[in-house]
Every structure is written in structure tokens, then in C-alpha cells.
């Protein structure tokens, strides 16, 4: 819900949105499902709204990642892999993943958004919503899930130590490891879908 003009990104504008636009349903059970950088909102937006009673993370971004990134084999390879990775072959990427994935009208609005989004974007724009996305996590350093709230995280294997000792870990946390990619509710809907379920 952040506004599409020029401004700089503010992480709290959606925080304080996405809360509101969820108070007003007036729902009896609230269940989160973030993906990446979608995990950062969660926190926050969970410990502003009534009756939140579930989260479903798909390899959501924990402030480890970007205040203390881990070094281990499967981190090192992940990052050599997307640096030796040209632009270019990045996008080429994502759009065989997605053609995969949707059907081509879907495929074809997808990216039409993406390249109207990069349009807007700048390298001055850039560095300054880093910054304030950096400013933003800290604040909200010590805002965690509640002990009782049940936690379903999916990630690739190498990232199930990172997940065990991070801000989403409760007394219900499950952590599902599968695939090789960090848009694993492309290749496992099913079993997201599944997840969700059991928290309705």
C-alpha cells in the first residue's frame, strides 16, 4: 500500500496501512503468509492488530541478514552464484521461473509492473530507501512473535540454522526445508496452501 509517487520508500507508511486495512475487517483470526522482505512488515503489523493467530514465512528476510550475514558454504555459494550474474541474466531467470509458473496473461501483467517499477527507480532513490529501510529494521530490533503463536517457515536447507535462532522462532515453529530457490511458493504452492490451512 506504499504510494506510487516519487517519494522515498517509507517502511512505515506500509506497516501502518497494511495494520489499518486489517483492523477494519474485523477479522476473528488473523494469519500472516510473507515472503523476503515481507517478514520485516510482519513483525511490526502482528504486534498492532488484534486476534493474530498464525504466520506462514517463505524464507523471510531476519535481521541477521542484514546486520550480520552468515558466512557458511551454502550463504558463500548463493552469493558468488548471483554476483558472477549479470542483470540481464537475472531477469532472464525470473521470467523462466514465472513463465513456469503462470499462465501467459498473468506472466505477461507480471512484468509489465516490474519494468514500470525499474522506471521509477534511480540509483540516488535506491540508496536512500537502503538507508531508510536499514533505519526502519532497527527500530523494530526487538519486536518478536509471541512464545504461543504458531510459525510455519519454508526455506532452502542451507538457511535452517539462520530460521531456528531468529526473531520468528516461537514455542510453534516448524520449519519446512525444500527446493533450491528463494521463490519456493512457485514450486510448492500446494504445500503452502496446506499450511495455511491448518492455521484457519
Not at 503468509?33 to 512488515?41: D, T
Not at 501467459?104 to 540516488?124: F, I
Request: net charge positive; with cysteine.
Amino acid at each position: 500500500m506504499s504510494s506510487l509517487t516519487k517519494k522515498v520508500y517509507v517502511l512505515e507508511e506500509d506497516i501502518t496501512n497494511l495494520a489499518a486495512i486489517i483492523e477494519k475487517q474485523t477479522a476473528k483470526k488473523v494469519i500472516i503468509v510473507a515472503h523476503s522482505m515481507g517478514g520485516i512488515l510482519a513483525l511490526p503489523i502482528a504486534n498492532r492488530i488484534k486476534n493474530f493467530s498464525g504466520f506462514i514465512g517463505i524464507e523471510p528476510t531476519t535481521r541477521e541478514i542484514f546486520f550480520n550475514p552468515p558466512q557458511g558454504k551454502g550463504y558463500v555459494e548463493q552469493a558468488k552464484k548471483f554476483k558472477n550474474m549479470t542483470e540481464e541474466q537475472l531477469i532472464t531467470n525470473m521470467q523462466r521461473q514465472t513463465k513456469k509458473n503462470f499462465s501467459k496473461e498473468q506472466n505477461k501483467l507480471l512484468w509489465k509492473h516490474y519494468y514500470q517499477d525499474d522506471q521509477r527507480d534511480s540509483e540516488s532513490k535506491s540508496a536512500q530507501q537502503q538507508e531508510e529501510l536499514i533505519q526502519s529494521v532497527s527500530k523494530y530490533e526487538k519486536i518478536r512473535f509471541s512464545q504461543e503463536i504458531p510459525v510455519t517457515i519454508f526455506t532452502q536447507k542451507f538457511r535452517k540454522a539462520e530460521y531456528e535462532r531468529s526473531e520468528y522462532t516461537t514455542d510453534k515453529t516448524k520449519i519446512i526445508c525444500v527446493g533450491n530457490n528463494h521463490y519456493l511458493f512457485w514450486d510448492f504452492p500446494e504445500q503452502v496452501a496446506a499450511e495455511i490451512i491448518k492455521l484457519i
